[in-house]
């Protein structure tokens, strides 16, 4: 039967030197998902490639189908399998449900609670849809995934409390001024966290951008990166008086932004208020400038107390959301149950059934002058007496799977009613059947209902 599986590498499992042998391009992936598709054992598939994991998803139809998968993408990337082994994680089934749920809803990110991973699952979904590979059970997964990540994002506070210290910079930012649209922001320097709290401020819909740095290459250079506007490094007061958020980030041995300087720029800007952010290690910025009216100055011990009180709070959120997930993994794994008793009401039914049409005949070769009337009347009789006989036994069967006693009643009704082997009775009971696996299955036909011979309630849709 088939099964569900995740393959790959992830922080949790590889450093960074191995996932990013494994790392690939929108391109290798689609040349991927093709060479996949041909690969027997694998009924579907996507890949799921972001700067932390490379993996796939997928439904195989065989043991080795994960493997499969993975070697593919080895033998794109050049990459020798065994150099790997210890490095991939391989969950199947219910496991791999509560990874694909986890990952979507960001606990399985290196900052958990992070909204990236969300886009990124859904664009390699995307992908896999349109080169062909996604079918019926993981196109059923995945939506589950992004329905239980949409959950956990308006039922928990996860997402609410940054716990990076750019992130800060811009959560502190917006409660200031609300709406960052109409607001402008001066870079100061370079730094690798300045620049970061800058594109994450330009990626809030920031109005302007000015960069300012003691090298003007480096200035103009990143400056065209953040679609932004550079300066003279001398002119960074002229520009104090223009921006809403100033960011530090330089190297400079002594203060660069000094009470005075700040005093001139908040009179010419009428006392508008100003958010200073200084990641500069030694400060940027002068003490004392942030008990000037209406400047908001913090430096980097400040944000990281603030980064350290969020994650506090967002673990706390978190358990919340891992009950969430657990519960919805458990939604799933009652539907895989109620699965395994399938094809034994199927063969129940088919049987009586095939009894019901034998009486039939026999009953009709009695009165071979019976009216088209009577002939109804007398297949509805026989139809309503055989769905009543059937919907103790299949209601229990159906009841039993979600509570876990499935097997045994299985093995009753086998027994009681001589049923044969009824493995592969239902030949739509691989993927499709998954699919539908948490919803319920229609009630027995309604009595006076004319069902042909054979007749398999459909699932409700």
């Known amino acids: 039967m088939s099964v569900i599986f995740v393959t790959g590498v992830n922080p949790g499992s590889a450093p960074v030197e191995v996932r990013e042998r494994l790392a690939m391009s929108s391109e290798d992936v689609v040349a991927a998902l093709a060479e996949i598709g041909e690969t027997d054992g694998l009924a579907e598939t996507m890949v ?12 195989a139809e065989t043991e080795r189908g994960a493997t499969a998968a993975l070697e593919v993408l080895c033998r794109r990337r050049g990459v020798d399998p065994q150099a790997l082994a210890g490095f991939v994680r391989t ?34 979904f995307a992908v896999a849809r349109r080169c062909g590979t996604v079918g019926p059970l993981l196109d059923r997964v995945v939506s589950r995934a992004f329905s239980v990540a949409k959950r956990v994002r308006t039922e928990t506070g996860l997402g609410q409390h940054a716990v990076s210290v750019s992130f800060v910079a811009v959560e502190l930012a917006r409660k200031i001024f609300g709406e960052l649209r109409t607001r402008s922001a001066l870079l100061i320097g370079a730094g690798e966290m300045g620049e970061l709290s800058a594109r994450h401020l330009v990626s809030q819909g920031l109005a302007r951008l000015y960069v300012a740095n003691r090298t003007w290459s480096k200035a103009a250079a990143l400056a065209e990166a953040l679609a932004a506007t550079p300066i003279p490094f001398e002119r960074r007061a002229e520009a104090l008086a223009m921006a809403d958020i100033v960011i530090t ?82 939604k799933w794994a009652a539907g ?8 034994t009401i199927v063969s129940l039914r088919r049987r009586l059934d095939a009894m019901r049409e034998a009486e039939m005949t026999k009953a009709l070769a009695r009165i071979p002058d019976a009216s088209p009337a009577t002939r109804e009347a007398l297949e509805a009789l026989s139809t309503a007496l055989l769905n009543k006989i059937l919907h103790p036994p299949t209601s229990k069967l159906r009841d039993s799977a979600q509570t876990g006693s499935g097997d045994r009643w299985v093995t009753a009704v086998k027994e009681l009613f001589d049923l044969d082997d009824t493995r592969g009775a239902d030949r739509r009971g691989g993927p499709v059947a998954a699919a539908v696996a948490d919803q319920s299955h229609s009630e027995a036909p309604r009595a006076g209902g004319l069902r042909p011979p054979g007749f398999i309630p459909a699932p409700v849709r």
């Open 249 to 330: 980030s330089t190297g400079a041995p002594d203060p660069i932004v000094t009470r005075d300087v700040v005093h001139a720029a908040m009179t010419a800007r009428g006392h508008r208020p100003l958010f200073v952010i200084d990641i500069a290690v030694p400060r940027d910025v002068e003490p004392g400038v942030g008990e000037l009216p209406n400047v908001f100055c913090y430096d980097v011990d400040d944000l990281r107390h603030v980064a350290e009180a969020n994650r506090k709070e967002r673990e706390r959120e978190a358990l919340k959301a891992e009950g969430l997930v657990e519960r919805e993994v458990a």
């Open 91 to 124: 969950k199947t089934a219910t496991e791999a449900i509560r990874h694909c749920f986890r990952v979507a809803a960001s606990l399985d990110s290196v900052v958990v609670g992070e909204p990236q991973i969300l886009g990124q699952v859904k664009d390699a």
């Open 48 to 59: 799921v490639s972001t700067c932390n994991r490379v993996e796939v998803w997928g439904v």
């Open 336 to 343: 895989l149950q109620a699965l395994d008793v399938v094809p």
